[in-house]
């Protein structure tokens, strides 16, 4: 008896064993026959970031072997999860602008080939997206992030009809209303004192905005109030305590869910209830709270709708996707139901809070760690905006030339230093060996079923596709590792490399149909034009990121309110350097200059220690300290240079 078991074991050891071999085997042919430079690794956990194990071995030649040899320490980097960001474009510049990590499970191919990525992009049936990557985020139903082929293409028509110019317009207008509320938050903590909360604080207006966005409410920060007019339906969810039958309020069970979306996603639904960790308590009754809002939320649109509503007031998207299923009957209703609903509307949460959040703190920490830049935007918001009061700016009017300014280069150079989303996730279709034309002019081959990363962090750092001058701050070859918003304005450089080998292939494959999402051009022609497939923040293509308008609506307005009176400065008085406020003012210049590098090297530490979870953060308990100060009131700012 006992014999048989370990006969079945053997057996078991030999097959996997096996397996492990041979699926090594053959993916290391199909690596070698693509054209594409790769290294080995000989155990690997499936997701494309958790390498736990080994030693790979590579040279440039594109053949390599699995030896255990010394001194290969240089590509366990990259066998390492957070890789990525950490890495930047280093392993490229070893083992070329695509490579492929051959493991015996899942082969992955990581491209910072600006040609290659418009190719993949492009070519949404070649390349469909890694949906498995996003599975998890379909927990409230299924939506237009997580679906692909004909579900997705119905996802996406229904939930783009909203990404319109009119809503657009209700953004910016929300956004520069919850704007206020922030600054007003912060000098209610009283002016000139150091705040420790700003990636909180970004987070919030964030979920303020995409609360007025996704559900048309009005979520208010703490020491404001609802008008008291306000329909009492709508108070219910926006209100301050928890109404009858709920024991969190509406933005409180949303933010939660949000901020426990990684144990709600992982934490198997029969456990949710019964665990007894707090952070597993707070997602459940989190995750409660919401689905019941989520219902009560829909029936209160379904009965608006019926009473023949139409939703011209405001904004709200599900409401409008509410619209689309009970609305007008037109005979053409799409196959969509009530999960669906509720599953979109959540992914455009999800979708629109986190990204923008960071993409704000990020922007607000870099401008007060470059102080020639933040005076350069105060001196555009003069020239735009004069002492106007925000509530009169429109959206209209005031957009592009705001996204023409140093609002729009600071934002777009936080997007191409420190996106949100490191690298877009797709896959080679199974039906067959596409072949992409690399930036070199190689005709490469991709394996059926490999996973391929798009890799925004990368690519949009690569000398190859982006004009540089020397660093003038580390003495690095290029600047392109500096955060440096100046760069977009910079139209009389031209990229290094020869980019552009594979460019009219590339135009050949444009999908030219129309899926919905804001169609204005990217740069406005006095500026800085990235090359095609150089900057993908948003990703490109039939996939790209639906908000995209919304989020830039959103970035620009808060940066225009924060900007426009008051200065935003790195605070010295905290741990590790503890200079109060009686020593800075006893300073000179050239001291306070000084102390303020201080806080400059470690504000650009702490950002490169920002990992990703779901999104590129600081994560643990990073963060930087800053003050707001009334303009002319700087310690630092009015002077200080990068
Ligand atoms: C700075 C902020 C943002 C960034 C950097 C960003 C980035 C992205 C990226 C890279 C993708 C493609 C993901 C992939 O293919 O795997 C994406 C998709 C998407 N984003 Fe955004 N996003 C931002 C803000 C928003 C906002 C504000 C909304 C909604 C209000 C939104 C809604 C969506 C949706 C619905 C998709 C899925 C589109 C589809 O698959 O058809 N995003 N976003
Ligand atoms: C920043 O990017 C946006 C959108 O891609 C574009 O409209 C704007 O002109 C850019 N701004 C600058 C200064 O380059």
Redesign the pocket.
């Known amino acids: 008896m006992i014999s048989s078991f370990v006969l079945l074991g053997v057996v078991l050891v030999v097959y996997a064993v096996f397996q492990v071999i041979n699926g090594l085997r053959t993916n290391i042919a199909k690596a070698r026959q693509s054209g594409v430079p790769y290294i080995v690794v000989r155990k690997s956990r499936e997701t494309w970031g958790t390498y736990t194990v080994c030693r790979a071995v590579a040279d440039s030649h594109m053949h390599s072997h699995c030896a255990l040899q010394s001194g290969m320490a240089n590509d366990m980097a990259i066998l390492e999860p957070e890789w990525s960001f950490r890495e930047l474009n280093e392993p490229y510049r070893r083992l070329g602008e695509s490579f492929i990590v051959v493991s015996p499970g899942r082969m992955i191919m990581f491209t910072q080939d600006a040609d290659v990525i418009r190719q993949v992009a492009a070519r949404r049936e070649d390349f469909p ?2 949906t498995s ?2 599975e998890l985020l379909a927990l409230f139903g299924k ?3 997580t679906t692909e082929g004909q579900l ?1 293409r119905m ?2 028509k229904v ?2 009809a909203s ?1 319109n110019e009119r809503n657009a317009a209700h953004t910016f207008a929300e956004a520069i209303h919850q704007s206020q509320g922030m600054v007003d938050k912060w000098l209610r903590q009283g002016g000139g004192t150091t705040i420790t909360s700003i990636e909180h604080d970004t987070m919030t207006l964030a979920l303020n905005i ?1 609360g007025y ?2 559900f048309g409410l009005r979520f208010l920060w703490p020491g404001q109030s609802l008008p008291a007019d306000m329909d009492p339906r709508l108070k219910k969810y926006g209100s301050l305590t928890p109404p009858a039958g709920h024991s969190m309020t509406f933005a409180e069970s949303l933010a939660t869910v949000l901020e426990r979306i990684v144990v709600l996603l992982l934490t198997p639904k029969k456990l949710l209830g019964i665990l007894p960790f707090k952070a597993v308590k707070e997602a459940a009754e989190a995750d409660m709270n919401y689905r019941q809002y989520m219902k009560e939320f829909l029936a209160d649109k379904i009965e608006d709708v019926r009473r023949g509503d139409r939703g011209e007031g405001g904004m709200d ?1 599900m409401g409008q996707l509410v619209r689309t299923k009970y609305g007008d009957k037109t005979g053409k209703e799409p196959d969509f139901d009530d999960d669906d609903i509720i599953g ?1 509307a959540f ?3 999800v ?3 986190e ?2 959040a ?2 704000l703190h990020f922007t607000l920490l870099e401008l007060a760690t470059n102080p020639a830049a933040q005076r350069q935007l105060q001196a555009d918001i003069d020239r735009l905006f004069g002492d106007s009061d925000p509530s009169t700016w429109g959206y209209e009017q005031n957009v592009n030339a705001m996204l023409a300014s140093m609002l729009g280069a600071t934002m777009n150079e936080t ?1 191409r230093t420190m ?3 490191v690298g ?3 896959i080679v279709s199974r039906a067959g060996n596409p072949v992409v034309t690399a930036s070199t002019g190689d005709k490469l081959a991709l394996p059926a079923d490999m996973t391929v990363i798009l890799s ?1 962090v990368a690519v949009q750092r690569n000398p190859r596709f982006w004009p540089s001058r020397p660093s003038r701050l580390t003495g690095a070859p290029t600047d392109l590792d500096d955060y440096l918003p100046e760069r977009w304005f910079r139209t009389e450089d031209k990229a290094g490399g020869a980019a552009g080998a594979a460019a009219a292939d590339a135009m050949a494959d444009e999908d030219t149909e129309d ?1 919905g999402g804001f169609k204005g051009p990217d740069t406005s022609a006095q500026l800085f034009h990235p090359y095609r497939g150089s900057f ?4 490109e293509g ?7 308008r ?3 609506v ?2 620009i307005a808060a940066l225009a309110v924060v900007f426009q009176r008051h200065s935003l400065e790195l605070a010295v008085d905290g741990e590790g350097i503890g200079v109060g406020d009686g020593q800075v003012a006893a300073m000179g210049r050239p001291e306070r200059a000084a102390l303020y590098q201080r806080a400059q090297a470690r504000c650009r530490e702490t950002l490169r220690g920002a990992t990703t979870l779901l ?1 590129l953060k600081l994560h643990g308990s990073a963060y930087v300290p800053v003050r707001l100060v009334k303009r002319g009131e700087e310690r630092f700012v009015n002077f200080v240079d990068a």
């Open positions: 997206k890694l990557t996003y939506n237009v992030l997705w996802h996406r939930t783009s990404f995409i966005v996704g998207i979109n992914i455009i949460t979708a629109g809070h990204t923008t960071n993409v997007l996106p949100p989303v877009v996730p797709k925004a899926y993908i923040p948003f990703s039939a996939r790209s990121c639906l908000g995209r919304i989020a830039q959103e970035i999104t």
